[in-house]
């Protein structure tokens, strides 16, 4: 009986302070923008990126406030919790329209503190106080399609 779902393409070798604020990232544009998680991301050790779909280019000022909350949030030092909820119950807690139709019943969702929920198998710290600091590289905008790049600062 097989507890864990493919959510999508998954490197279980991704460096876990970097996938970790993925998701820290991920929740922070959600907040942010209103715009859905990421579906295009790669992430590296030394450094990612990551793609998000807005209707507008965001401002100078936008970029350097998503910096400055994913910073705030690794700041709280929130614990990274795992558990295992049943797929009839996980839609309240997590976007599930990317599950594939044959995803087991029981699905496997991180937490980070009370601020992120998301179903995923991969590999993260205990707490956001392993993350480091997330530094902004570049950013562009195109045809709807925000990329951008970042890496991890002590
Ligand atoms: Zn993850």
Do not use: W
């Amino acid at each position: 009986m097989g507890l864990e779902i493919q959510l999508n393409e998954h490197n279980k070798q991704e460096y876990p302070p970097m996938h970790t604020v993925e998701h820290i990232l991920n929740q922070t544009m959600v907040r942010m923008f209103g715009c859905p998680r990421s579906k295009n991301a790669h992430i590296e050790r030394k450094k990612s990126k990551c793609d998000y779909l807005l209707q507008e280019e965001p401002s100078a000022e936008m970029m350097a406030e998503v910096e400055r909350r994913v910073n705030e949030i690794i700041d709280q030092h929130l614990p990274v919790t795992i558990e295992f909820i049943p797929k009839t119950e996980a839609g309240a807690i997590v976007d599930l329209s990317k599950l594939p139709d044959d995803a087991s019943d029981m699905l496997r969702i991180v937490r980070i503190g009370n601020y992120d929920a998301c179903a995923c198998i991969g590999t993260h710290v205990s707490n956001t106080s392993e993350i480091g600091h997330f530094k902004m590289l570049t950013y562009d905008y195109t045809e709807g399609r925000l990329r951008m790049r970042f890496k991890l600062i002590e």
